[in-house]
């Protein structure tokens, strides 16, 4: 296999689906010499079948809004790769949601899931429908709608999505709601992230936060390092950032700034419980407004419109809010402010020269099918909970997220550590999946 040819023929098939081609690039980089070392995976032509998804559903929803008029948006379902389980992955809402987003974010998640140790596929789907400033009204007529679209090609063995950007337990709730009237079946495995009075697992809501924050205390603690009294600034204030904050807190860090896209809110002497509670108060309002906590707190938080988060001096950044948001400027700004460790949380997070910068100036960084893969491993838990009729406690979740985490992370040493004894996260990840979506595709034959 050349990266290069491949890349090629699908620069060529996919013009202009950029983050789809990034996502693929940076993965085939990093399994290129060890696929080359099985010609078996060669003659199976596993790559060009991988690198494309088994399906893609492409909708319209049609939704009437407050004023009685008629809205119409674009729904997809991008069932990526089963070769280990039924297809598993969030729903995104956003005006920016495309095709090749949802391709990218399904790839991606395909080899996140194989890294969870459960038997989960990866899928990804959404419209690009905006939330902000919608009421709860518009927001459950569109859920509504896009879920009687979507409800046939889904099922608690088939595939089952869960939330993502936009798509919170509100949304969940309207959509399993209308899941239910349509398949006349009450299975509540059909969707993860659900409410804690029918289905929902105890600790999803704050899963992909605390899960990130796990896999960086591993990190830290292979580099003599722990994350007590380190200086955190994460971006975003939506549900991956609270449960960022509320484990970072809870493991002795200090949250110095959040930010969203009206600027940043700096926190010197560290983010509060009264503000991390405020979170999903400001995210549940659809205003998008970073700005809405310096007003709730003043003296404790100061707002700067039109700045991001890594304009603030930290020791560690979590991207936590959206693909591409840290570029390599912002990274050359971290470092210049002492930031040593960068832990993507958020789905391919940092821009390719970002990545590179930081491995090529002594920060150590992972990538976001790693570090964010604790928000999905709960959702199989949630699954396995919802096949058994059981509910199990806080204390269980958070010891088979524990044990997940470490066991990422365990695999990213594997297979990433270098002759020089250093660990190149992003590779070890990237063939840690590889490795065992691609034996199962081979050992199942071509299909």
Known sequence: MKTKDIMARLQAKYPGENEYLQAVQEVLESIEEIYNQHPEFENAKIVERMVEPDRIFTFRVTWVDDRGEVQTNLGYRVQFNSAIGPYKGGLRFHRAVTPSMLKFLGFEQTFKNALTTLPMGGAKGGSDFDPKGKSDGEIMRFCQAFMYELWQCIGPDQDIPAGDVGVGGREIGYMYGMYKKLAREYNTGVLTGKGATWGGSILRPEATGFGALYFTQQLLHKHGQDIAGKRIAISGFGNVAWGACKKAVELGAKVVAISGPDGVCEIPDGITAEMIDYMPVMRLSNRDKVQDMADKFPGQAKFTAGKKAWSVKCDIALPCAFQNELSEADAKELKANGTWCCCEVSNMGCQPEAIHYFQHNGVYFAPGKAVNAGGVATSGLEMTQNAEHISWSGKEVDEKLHFIMESIHAQCVKYGTQ?????????????????????????????
Not at 421 to 438: E, L, Q, R, T
């Open 419 to 447: 002759p020089d004894g250093s660990v190149d996260y992003v590779k070890g990840a990237n063939i840690a999946g590889f490795m065992k979506v691609a034996t199962a595709m081979l050992e199942q034959g071509i299909v």
